[in-house]
């Protein structure tokens, strides 16, 4: 089944200087957007295997991550998914072509099995805005181009680096109808206005936040330094709270979606970032070979110490 995706073409014209590196990954983001999805997953995964082979520095942060966050796993086991990471890690790359491109009408027509939506469409119902919470687990991006058409959405995101796809990503989104809102004050200021007005909300809680945002909180038995931004939402705003996640299946995608009755309000900052990542170490271990494990996700250290990464 192909897509009718974007076309870059209109932004690639408005910027005066454009690096050839950059329209190049531009134009095959839009060439991997016109192949059926299965044939661009082959693809990605023909780089995650190359990734492994050359011994790439993603290669690298995957097996120290695995070795801290499961000492006692044995050899071969980690070694067999490092490799499974490496290669889900490719499909997502050629995904995310698919994801950013493709209409939602199109992406809904790809084999989508959920599993809790009940929970979200009882949290919306209350009218008291809801936030999902979700890993860098399987294809994360799928849920906004999947929810769009059910639930007004607003999300918070990390720029990318590149301006020209970054303004395609944002406008693919907008297009769609949802509310993007780069991650700064003022998008935290947009977010809690998103959650009052009703809508639903996305974060991505398992990336290192900025020194003064965050606090240290255990993830996968590991000194993780946490994020405190959903807690502070949470609390501020009197929303409703989900986890989920959207993993990659053999023809499509599972979209799963929990509720959780063991956090509430009157947790406190601790309290609200230790239950998060334990939220999210659940998520993870549903299928721990799609998880970003490539991230260096403990590269801040507590005091004294050393830096794992090295």
């Known amino acids: 089944m192909n897509g009718q995706p974007s076309n870059p073409e209109p932004i690639l014209q408005n910027q005066i200087k ?9 134009y095959i983001l839009l060439l991997l957007a016109r192949l059926p999805l299965s044939f661009s997953r082959k693809i990605g995964k023909f780089f995650g295997r190359m990734s492994g082979w050359l011994g790439s520095k993603q290669k690298h942060f995957i097996e120290t991550n695995l070795a801290h966050c499961f000492p ?7 070694n067999n ?33 959920t599993q809790g939506l009940e929970h979200l469409q009882q949290a919306f119902s209350k009218q008291k805005g809801v936030m999902i919470l979700t890993p860098h687990l399987g294809n994360w991006e799928l849920f906004f181009p999947f929810l769009v058409n ?13 301006k020209n796809l970054d303004a395609l990503i944002r406008r693919q989104r907008e297009e769609n109808g949802g509310d ?23 974060l991505l809680p398992d990336q290192e936040p900025a020194k003064n945002a965050g606090i240290f909180a255990q993830f996968f038995n590991q000194p993780a330094w946490t994020m405190t931004l959903p807690g502070r939402l949470y609390q501020s705003t009197g929303c409703e709270i989900l986890f989920a996640c959207s993993l ?13 009755e063991s956090i509430h309000p009157q947790m406190s900052t601790e309290e609200l970032a230790e239950a998060i990542n334990q ?7 549903l299928a721990p070979e799609q998880y ?4 260096k996700r403990f590269y801040y250290q507590p005091e004294g110490k050393p830096q794992i990464y090295l």
């Open 150 to 162: 059910q639930f007004p959405l607003a999300a918070m995101y990390k720029p990318a680096r590149m």
């Open 292 to 295: 970003q494990w490539s991230y």
């Open 81 to 113: 998914l490092t490799h499974k990471t490496l290669l889900s890690s490719g499909q997502l790359v050629a995904e995310l072509a698919v994801t950013w491109l493709w209409t939602p009408q199109k992406l809904c027509q790809l084999p989508i099995e």
């Open 72 to 78: 006692t796993m044995n050899a071969s086991v980690r």
């Open 248 to 260: 990659q299946t053999k023809q499509g995608f599972k979209v799963v979606f929990r509720s959780v």
């Open 18 to 26: 454009i690096p050839l590196k950059h329209r190049l990954m531009l």
């Open 279 to 285: 939220q999210m170490e659940q998520l993870i271990l």
């Open 180 to 202: 993007v809102y780069a991650a700064d004050g003022r998008g935290v200021r947009q977010m809690i206005k998103a959650l009052k007005n009703g809508k639903v909300t996305f």
